[in-house]
């Protein structure tokens, strides 16, 4: 059965400090992957998409990047991170096809002090 | 574009009584609709989607959701709450695209006294 890993689960990083959450899916080849950021009362925003390796696709200018070096391996990563980086950040996959739902991790709470 | 509208942030209901939280639709075309069940510091767990075949969808843990078409809602219901069911709840819409890019309500926060 395929899996969704997500870590950490938790991280408090000082403004301006480096960001780099991982993610792996088991069990599926060639998903679609996603990074999700959830912020209090305004649901789910999506902030990378990526249809392959090495394909990024941006939702929203920010001070995010995403990276897939494996086919089951996406990076969300910032060089300095802001305030208003904080949130709750979750990496998803699905298969190819509108009708597939999307699989959740259990996300990482980012707080930046 | 395509979006979904959540009425109502919260929602209290008591154990026993019927659940309903509300979501409605904008989409060109007919769309992939979802109700996504995320408990607190968790991801996300599919409770039901409709995929235009039956309007009438049942998902997991007694909820189901009615597609309608000439009113663009996908309320989601539940004719007993319990107290596991106290949760946010998310609604979300998807095209067919050939790719699978959600977008999600803003939620409704559950919560069930006894």
């Known amino acids: 059965s395929q899996t969704i890993h997500q870590w950490p689960a938790t991280l408090v990083q000082p403004v301006g400090s480096p960001l780099s959450l991982e993610c792996t899916v088991e069990g599926t080849s060639n998903p679609n992957l996603y990074w999700y950021r959830q912020a209090a009362g305004r649901g789910l925003q999506l902030l990378f998409y990526?249809?392959?390796?090495?394909?990024i696709s941006s939702e929203v200018p920010q001070n995010l990047s995403a990276s897939r070096p494996q086919d089951r391996q996406f990076i969300l990563s910032s060089k300095k991170l802001l305030l208003s980086d904080s949130g709750f950040y979750l990496c998803?996959?699905?298969?190819?096809?509108?009708?597939?739902?999307?699989?959740f991790g259990q996300g990482t709470r980012l707080t930046v002090v | 574009a395509q979006s979904v509208t959540q009425l109502g942030s919260h929602v209290s209901v008591s154990e026993g009584a019927l659940v309903l939280l509300r979501c409605n639709y904008s989409s060109s075309v007919p769309p992939y609709l979802f109700w996504y069940v995320q408990y607190p510091n968790q991801g996300l767990q599919l409770l039901l989607k409709y995929t235009s075949a039956a309007t009438l969808v049942k998902g997991i843990n007694g909820f189901e959701a009615e597609f309608k078409k000439s009113e663009t809602s996908f309320h989601l219901t539940k004719p007993s709450a319990h107290m596991s069911d106290a949760a946010e709840y998310f609604c979300a819409v998807t095209l067919d695209t050939g790719f699978q890019k959600l977008v999600f309500g803003t939620g409704t926060r559950l919560l069930v006294s006894p």
């Open positions: 998803a996959w699905s298969v190819l096809g509108g009708s597939t739902e999307a699989f």
């Open positions: 990526s249809v392959g390796i090495g394909q």
